[in-house]
């Protein structure tokens, strides 16, 4: 089976890459913590001092990173992938990055004779630990069709959107129904607690109806409990909505919904929750 190099082991990447070792495949390890690899060692996973060593013993490599200036970094920087992954290698970013960026590094490895992919995912620690994520894929369909077997120990709705880009442009289109979304679900969890509702009853009512949601159904659960922790970063959302907010400006398209949404989240950060999960928004309608 092929060797993959995992770049990158938070929240949602320790459990991707822990199905692709429990599936057999020879697995390398990088990330900028050590400590966050350990119990990947312990299971077989071999640890690489630098995504240099990574990158040249890997026939695949998969990073899964923080914000697009980390992507630049491990592919473009001094002892990066691209500088040092052997032609024919597989390289997949499952980071939610920019558009612009997928095509820079498919365009750059395409020169090298290495096949990129850009492939972002949905479905928070939930589905990375079940391994039931959706990936939406961007680049050359004879490379998607090569890596989909990987792809499907990692997720269940794998779907090639185009050439390179249109996964993040994809992801971006995710972004943007979640981001009003959750708007919606904390209103109504509060709305329910104000009138004297029991929210866990309401939710057996309207989470199986038309205002079903993956976010009513995950997420509103954990607000209710108090559980805010990270399955999704606050502060990396506010990311994902800047990203789509730019693209959405540069084709002209005003979008009032997200941009609402982003300031909402911004003013959460400020308050010292950007490491929370994104349920937290519940937060600003009723004292957890």
């Given at each position: 089976?092929?060797?993959?190099?995992?770049?990158?082991?938070?929240?949602?990447?320790?459990?991707?890459?822990?199905?692709?070792?429990?599936?057999?495949?020879?697995?390398?390890?990088?990330?900028?913590?050590?400590?966050?690899?350990?119990?990947?060692l312990?299971?077989?996973?071999?640890?690489?001092?630098?995504?240099?060593?990574?990158?040249?013993?890997a026939?695949?490599?998969?990073?899964?990173?923080?914000?697009?200036?980390?992507?630049?970094?491990?592919?473009?920087?001094?002892?990066?992938?691209?500088?040092?992954?052997?032609?024919?290698?597989?390289?997949?970013?499952?980071?939610?990055?920019?558009?612009?960026l997928?095509?820079?590094?498919?365009e750059?490895?395409?020169?090298?004779?290495?096949?990129?992919?850009?492939?972002?995912?949905?479905?928070?620690?939930?589905?990375?630990?079940?391994?039931?994520?959706?990936?939406?894929?961007?680049?050359?369909?004879?490379?998607?069709?090569?890596?989909?077997?990987?792809?499907?120990?990692?997720?269940?709705?794998?779907?090639?959107?185009?050439?390179?880009?249109?996964?993040?442009?994809?992801?971006?289109?995710?972004?943007?129904?979640?981001a009003?979304?959750?708007i919606?679900?904390?209103?109504?969890?509060?709305?329910?607690?104000?009138?004297?509702?029991?929210?866990?009853?309401?939710?057996?009512?309207i989470a199986?109806?038309?205002?079903?949601?993956?976010?009513?159904?995950n997420?509103?659960?954990?607000?209710?409990?108090?559980?805010?922790?990270?399955?999704?970063?606050?502060?990396?959302?506010?990311?994902?909505?800047?990203?789509?907010?730019?693209?959405?400006?540069?084709?002209?398209?005003?979008?009032?919904g997200?941009?609402?949404?982003?300031?909402?989240?911004?003013?959460?950060?400020?308050?010292?929750?950007?490491?929370?999960?994104?349920?937290?928004?519940?937060?600003?309608?009723?004292?957890?």
């Amino acid at each position: 089976m092929k060797t993959i190099g995992f770049i990158g082991l938070g929240v949602m990447g320790k459990s991707m890459a822990r199905h692709l070792l429990k599936a057999g495949y020879p697995l390398l390890a990088y990330t900028r913590t050590k400590e966050k690899a350990e119990d990947l060692l312990k299971e077989g996973a071999v640890w690489k001092e630098t995504v240099a060593d990574l990158a040249r013993e890997a026939d695949v490599v998969i990073t899964m990173v923080g914000y697009p200036r980390d992507v630049e970094q491990v592919y473009f920087g001094e002892g990066g992938i691209l500088e040092n992954a052997r032609p024919g290698t597989y390289v997949i970013d499952m980071t939610t990055s920019t558009p612009t960026l997928a095509q820079s590094i498919y365009e750059a490895a395409k020169q090298k004779g290495i096949h990129a992919l850009d492939a972002p995912v949905s479905g928070g620690d939930i589905g990375a630990r079940e391994g039931t994520l959706t990936i939406m894929v961007g680049g050359d369909e004879d490379v998607f069709l090569a890596c989909k077997p990987i792809l499907e120990r990692l997720g269940t709705n794998i779907v090639r959107q185009g050439g390179a880009g249109a996964g993040q442009h994809t992801k971006m289109c995710n972004q943007i129904a979640i981001a009003t979304n959750m708007i919606g679900v904390c209103e109504a969890m509060a709305y329910a607690k104000r009138a004297g509702l029991d929210p866990f009853k309401v939710l057996e009512s309207i989470a199986k109806g038309a205002a079903g949601s993956w976010s009513l159904s995950n997420l509103a659960p954990r607000m209710l409990s108090g559980d805010f922790a990270p399955g999704f970063y606050v502060k990396h959302f506010i990311k994902d909505m800047k990203i789509a907010l730019e693209e959405a400006e540069r084709m002209n398209l005003p979008l009032p919904g997200l941009a609402l949404a982003k300031q909402l989240y911004e003013e959460l950060a400020q308050a010292g929750e950007e490491n929370s999960g994104t349920q937290a928004l519940y937060k600003r309608y009723v004292k957890a």
